[in-house]
Nanobody, 121 residues
């Protein structure tokens, strides 16, 4: 079983940047796709970005051009570089492993504890 541990969150002013990291206890190659989700207070958890085993990435519209997902298979780590942060990006960010099926990302039930990102205006 793979355990995921997120880190790198914090408090940042609008327009600032953060780099989130996700460390896996096992091989992330066991997942076809890795993803970052986020959950804001009072809202459902939402997908932010995905990256396939060979590096193909996808982003939700409000992350395109600002966020970059990457992975280091040799170190079993996944990253999310977030630039031009906005107060609406405030949320707990979670790392996840899963697969694309029928054109949609399907998360496996592997979740870390999350890392809090707070963007002040």
């Amino acid at each position: 079983q793979v355990h995921l541990v997120e880190s790198g969150g914090g408090l940042v002013q609008a327009g600032g940047s953060l780099r989130l990291s996700c460390a896996a206890s096992g091989s992330i190659l066991s997942f076809h796709t890795m993803a970052w989700y986020r959950q804001a207070p009072g809202k459902q958890r939402e997908l932010v970005a995905t990256i396939s085993r060979d590096g193909l990435s996808n982003y939700v519209d409000n992350a395109k051009g600002r966020f970059t997902i990457s992975r280091d298979n040799s170190k079993n780590m996944v990253f999310l570089q977030m630039n031009s942060l906005k107060p609406d990006d405030t949320a707990v960010y979670y790392c996840n492993g899963g697969i694309y099926s029928g054109g949609s990302y399907v998360p496996y039930d592997y979740w870390g504890q999350g890392t809090q990102v707070t963007v002040s205006s």
